[in-house]
């Protein structure tokens, strides 16, 4: 079901999800593995982890050998220096962006870090609201972090059975549940109301209440949703750009997300916004059980 006829409104305060992650880091991938950062300029150094000034020394001269996403993360593996620090890790917060450019191209308001690339180009992170962060550590300190993050939905590892077990002990509520990192990773606002619409199911629902057929649904509407959003290249509302600082196109397509008041695609009934943990949800009352 596509919805192009309605753009949803604009709604600030939305965080980049598994699906915009996904779609810099395959930007990324194409556009700087294998460049080498020649200087580091932190601009804003609330937003690095650690020493300011040891991390723009520390990247001096480093190869970017691949790019990767756990999470909501952008983790740079980069080339060592003797026993020093190999994974950048970057989390976009709200409003973060990572934008490759030429040099001689304007430099956006709001940048936060620049790394300037050997081959003449720039790598710009810019963040209107700094609530994202840049951390450089080393692999295995990355790698224990990483193993108390839940499972990543894209993954072979991610199946309907284990998605069934993993719900059997929580009484919350499955859209609260689903965006907890601990158990799946990279679901938000955004994307748990639109799986919870595509499964039918209400996203009032005690977690553990879930029949076995429910759990089933919830699966296939995750990973379509999710495959069908890069696929798009991610939702942008406000704030959100791709690496050339593209915007996404998968709100168009968005079926019940920022859409109260309007008629459920499915029954024509108004979909309905209630507040979960301090989020907006969207829902059909009656399509969603």
Same mark, same amino acid.
């Given at each position: ?157 991610? /199946?309907?059975? !284990? +998605?069934? #077990?993993? =719900?059997?002990?929580?009484?919350? $509520? *499955?859209?609260?549940? %689903? ?27 005690? /977690?553990?209440? !879930? +029949?076995? #057929?429910? =759990?089933?649904?919830?699966?296939? $509407? *995750?990973?379509?949703? %999710? ?63």
């Amino acid at each position: 079901m596509v919805r192009p006829e309605n753009t949803p409104r604009q709604r600030p305060g939305e965080v980049p999800e598994l699906p915009e992650v996904e779609t810099i880091v395959r930007d990324l991938r194409r556009l700087v593995v294998g460049s080498e950062i020649s200087e580091t300029a932190v601009v804003k150094s609330d937003l690095i982890r650690g020493d300011p000034r040891a991390f723009e020394e520390s990247l001096r001269d480093r190869q970017i050998r691949n790019v990767e996403r756990r999470a909501k993360n952008i983790v740079f593996h980069l080339a060592r220096a003797g026993t020093g620090p190999d994974r950048l890790v970057i989390n976009l917060g709200m409003t973060g962006r990572v934008l490759v450019q030429a040099d001689s191209a304007a430099e956006p308001t709001h940048l936060g870090v620049r790394f300037r690339l050997a081959d003449g180009r720039r790598m710009l992170y810019q963040d209107v609201r700094r609530f994202g962060s840049l951390e450089l550590l080393p692999s295995e300190f990355w790698e224990r972090r990483s193993r108390g993050l839940g499972v990543e939905p894209l993954s072979e590892t991610f /199946t309907p059975a !284990l +998605l069934h #077990r993993l =719900t059997r002990t929580s009484r919350v $509520a *499955i859209k609260t549940w %689903l965006m907890d990192q601990r158990r799946v990773v990279g679901i938000g606002n955004i994307y748990a109301s639109e799986a919870l619409f595509r499964a039918g199911v209400s996203p009032r629902r005690a /977690t553990r209440r !879930l +029949l076995r #057929r429910q =759990t089933a649904a919830l699966y296939d $509407a *995750i990973v379509e949703v %999710l495959n069908e959003a890069i696929a798009f290249r991610g939702t942008t509302f406000l704030d959100y750009r791709d690496a050339s600082g593209e915007r996404g196109g998968f709100v168009r397509r968005l079926l019940v997300y920022d859409r109260e008041g309007e008629p459920c695609p499915r029954c024509g009934s108004p979909i309905r916004r209630i507040v979960q943990g301090g989020r907006s949800t969207f829902f059909c009352p009656k399509c969603q059980r």
